[in-house]
């Protein structure tokens, strides 16, 4: 994935969360109960969430985040399907399914050597998780997860200073 190598660390990206009148009115009391926004509630659950993750080493309370996110409905879905896009995230291999995907326009030699690599992860990810999709339907996810990713890359961003 291409970075901008103008973009300011302290740039943040704006999301919008979807959620009901009910559940929108409640977030909003529970950061003030705690003296904080909305959006610095949002901000720091998610900072604990993706640091207690890369962290080398992490706090108790770091690792009861780890623990509810890890045990929580959304580590799988319900039918305990796990995508070969979260086989090639949680393996460190999205990157190279990625270039290899972008990569498959080039000469015929090098076409069938990346499509070679790219099936033997997936039947490596097939192994590991035998109820799957198709192949064709794993590589849309995929694709449609980094079009995804471009996208809110992309985003119009907000300095805070």
Known sequence: MKTNSKMNRSQKRLFTPKLTHNDTIAFIFLAAERGLTPEQLIESFVHDIVSSF??????????YLVDWFNISWFSQ?????????????????????ISILSNMKLNAKSRE?????????????????????????????IMDFKKHTDMILKCKMQNHH
């Open 113 to 141: 050597q990346c499509a070679y690599t790219l099936r033997n992860i997936f039947k490596e990810y097939c192994i590991q998780n035998p109820a799957h999709k198709s192949f064709k339907e794993e590589i849309k996810m």
């Open 77 to 97: 879905d319900n039918d305990g399907y796990f995508s070969f896009l979260q086989f090639v995230i949680c393996n460190e291999c999205y990157f190279d399914v």
């Open 54 to 63: 890369y962290a080398k080493e992490i706090t108790e309370e770091e690792t």
